[in-house]
């Protein structure tokens, strides 16, 4: 299964270490002369470095492909690094699985005392990335820690895997509960808890889809997110309660009827349902990449393997719950973009002439959708964002400035 890494840095860490990259060296600060602006680092996840911690772990990873060599059942046919692994079990049948959590969203939950919507968010970090091979979901085990037993806590929480595997069509076929009091400690006393799960599904290898036949005048489809998703939990947090002094019950600036907390704990939106139409549709909308906009942002589209980069010129409106986390902690647009979805938490790359279709069964899904952009030769594989300002490093792992 894919290799995750915690928080808002799983992208980052997931690119790097699949292309087999090092962070450039970072010189050491001076004293500083005045209070550094506030960035994700800050929160205690490390972005630029995680990476290199990943490294040595990864190597050790990657030793065990030998037990399962190319050919023989079992042997795994996409890389780690990507949004999903694909292993092959014989014949044309490949087995997709992934693995990840819920992150600090579970400490608002705590703050909140409502824990009914976090299993939609596990079972859409998970399938979200599965339907980016081209697999289709199956299954999803899930792995429950709790510092205390509370039963409405347990029953909360399986309402909400039950709803979120209801969208995405699978079903909850076992996983484990540890009661592990002495190792976890949360925002509020005897409710401490984290969440991860494995997601299984299944793909034709010769329909193994990871950007491989992206060409240049590509069309992007994005597809919105419903709110913050499941990434940049901690700076959210310290931006909205920490720094703004605000409360979970306070309203979200900029939006009507909408309290923080309610803004924080919106659950991801799972787009199995659309992506798969899209995959299966005889009238063809020729889907040529997937990708799951999560923590990275956009940065997220560097993974396509065709050497191809994105202009993306026609972003839609950035939603409430972003710009009062950026006002809040004052968080430049460099960060913000490169920890959030900003509103699309989802892109198909398809060939031009199949947008129309495209975003006809995303909103019949339910889904707005919009045409935000093209593909472009770019051997760095550059993603570009002008209405902001913005493009990625050489690395990509990081926005800077365009031209900067």
Known sequence: MAKKTSGGAKAAARRSAAAGKKPAPRPKPSAPKKAPAPSYAGTGVDLAGEA???AGLLGWVRKTFEQRPAGTPGHVAVDVGYFASV???????GLAVSADGVGTKLLVAQLMDRYDTVGIDLVAMNVNDLICVGAEPLTLLDYIAVERLDGRMLTALGKGLHDGAAQAGVTISGGELAQIGAMLRGARPGRAFDVAAVAVGTVPLDRVCTGQHVQEGDVVVGLASSGIHSNGLSLARRALLDDAGLSPDDPLPGAKGVTIGDALLEPTRIYVRPVLELLKDPRGAQVTAL?????????????IAAPCGYVLDALPRVPPIFTAIAEAGKVGPAEMWAAYNMGVGFTITVRPGGEERALEVARAHGVPAWVIGRAVASEQRRISLPGVGLESDDEGDAFRPTGG
């Open 87 to 93: 292993v092959a079990l014989g014949g044309n049948l």
């Open 52 to 54: 290199s911690a990943m």
């Open 291 to 303: 990708a799951h906009i999560t923590g990275g942002g956009f940065l997220n589209m560097t993974r």
